[in-house]
């Protein structure tokens, strides 16, 4: 597992991320940022799962070039804390073989309103899905390797939109 933290010395709140080969607990990592800050009135998660792919996949294999998936992640996470009155934002992204059902990706907001949560935790998926460097390749139930997975157009233009 490889983590960044960044402290709260710019007035920005505390942000973390990882990249691990394990799973994450949700509930778990949501408790860490409530136990840091009792003034949090609103907690946004999204965890993104991997598909079956209408029954066809056995796993999805993610890849990722380790300090700059950390580095890249951080950046757009340090961006959401800039732009929302977060209370801590934390980013958590597996690599490795995942099968369907199995978590990827999750993302926790915190903030004393939840209009700040959601929003923050929808910029930084949409910039995840678009900007972090990962690799995904496709193992087939027959056994045989699939395709490697491209970014699709939609999650640009959700990309897109938050560059007003």
Known sequence: ??????????????????????DF???AEIEQLRQANPNIGAVVTFTGLCRDEGG???ALELEHYPGMAEAEITRI??????RWPLDGLTAIHRHGKIEPGGNIVLVVAASRHRRAAFEAAEF????????APFWKKEHLKDGSSGNWVDA??????DADRWKA
């Open 1 to 22: 597992m490889t983590a960044t933290s960044s402290p709260s010395s710019d007035g920005l709140p505390p942000v973390e991320v990882r990249i691990q080969s394990g």
């Open 152 to 157: 699709r157009d939609s999650d640009t233009r």
């Open 77 to 82: 996470a340090q961006q959401a804390c800039a």
């Open 56 to 58: 066809r996949l056995a």
């Open 25 to 27: 607990d949700v509930a």
């Open 124 to 131: 930084l998926m949409d910039y995840l899905k678009t900007r």
